[in-house]
């Protein structure tokens, strides 16, 4: 069973512009979560989908935004980039909304702003 | 609210050396408890959870709702046990997304 995969691996842009992040769960996983993990600072909640809704955010400004398509992928935009949002960012699935699922966590995405 | 805390955000034993990662947590009901190793230059896993009660890599760790903690213990460290470790809860209502800590780094020293 493949795991969870994200694209791209690596992403660089410069500040002010715009970045957009991919997530796509493990198949028959509806809920999909974005963690920021910048250097030294752990897991950053950013946002939590299920079943194409947002369902809840963390403390992000709203330039962090994103959507959960009907095949449960899921994308992650990030406007007007700051050079503070160079970080590691992380999507999770989960099956469904039972918490004694755990989260499957991806390799990340690492952006880079300059 | 839910939150989760672990106090040492870097912890050194010596090989060999028991060791424990700590974690409280506090929230208004029964959660379920996580624990999460990261490894270096490898994905976000989990290590084990409360309910299964087992032992995973020597790991274990036991909930208890009195002091609301879920340390993680191992008798006998192992440099391969170098990582991150976060603890994680979440709740048993629907809307209650998982809660992370800010993580300990284990490094076991030769």
């Known amino acids: 069973e493949a795991g969870v995969t994200q694209s791209p691996t690596h992403l660089i842009k410069t500040r002010g512009q715009q970045a957009t992040l991919r997530c796509s769960p493990i198949?028959?996983?509806?809920?999909v979560y974005w963690y920021q993990q910048a250097l030294g600072l752990g897991l950053q909640f950013l946002l939590w989908?299920?079943?194409?809704?947002?369902?809840n955010r963390g403390n992000f400004p709203p330039r962090f935004s994103g959507r959960q398509f009907p095949n449960y992928s899921s994308e992650l935009n990030v406007n007007a980039l700051e050079l503070e949002d160079s970080a590691l960012y992380l999507c999770?699935?989960?099956?469904?909304?039972?918490?004694?699922?755990?989260?499957?966590f991806g390799p990340g995405t690492r952006l880079t702003v300059t | 609210a839910q939150r989760v805390t672990q106090p040492e955000k870097l912890l050194s034993v010596f090989k060999g050396a028991p060791v424990e990662l700590k974690c409280n947590y506090s929230?208004?009901?029964?959660?379920?408890l996580f624990w999460y190793v990261q490894y270096s230059r490898q994905r976000l896993q989990l290590l084990l959870r409360h309910i299964s009660r087992e032992s995973i890599k020597g790991f274990t760790a036991d909930l208890n709702k009195g002091e609301t903690s879920f340390h993680l213990k191992k008798p006998f460290a192992q440099e391969e046990d170098s990582a991150m470790y976060y603890c994680?809860?979440?709740?048993?209502?629907?809307?209650?997304?998982?809660?992370f800590g800010p993580g300990t780094r284990l490094s076991v020293l030769p």
């Open positions: 198949s028959g996983h509806t809920s």
């Open positions: 989908y299920d079943e194409g809704e947002e369902r």
């Open positions: 994680a809860l979440s709740g048993r209502n629907y809307g209650q997304n998982f809660v």
């Open positions: 999770a699935s989960r099956q469904g909304t039972s918490d004694t699922y755990e989260q499957y």
């Open positions: 929230y208004s009901g029964s959660p379920e």
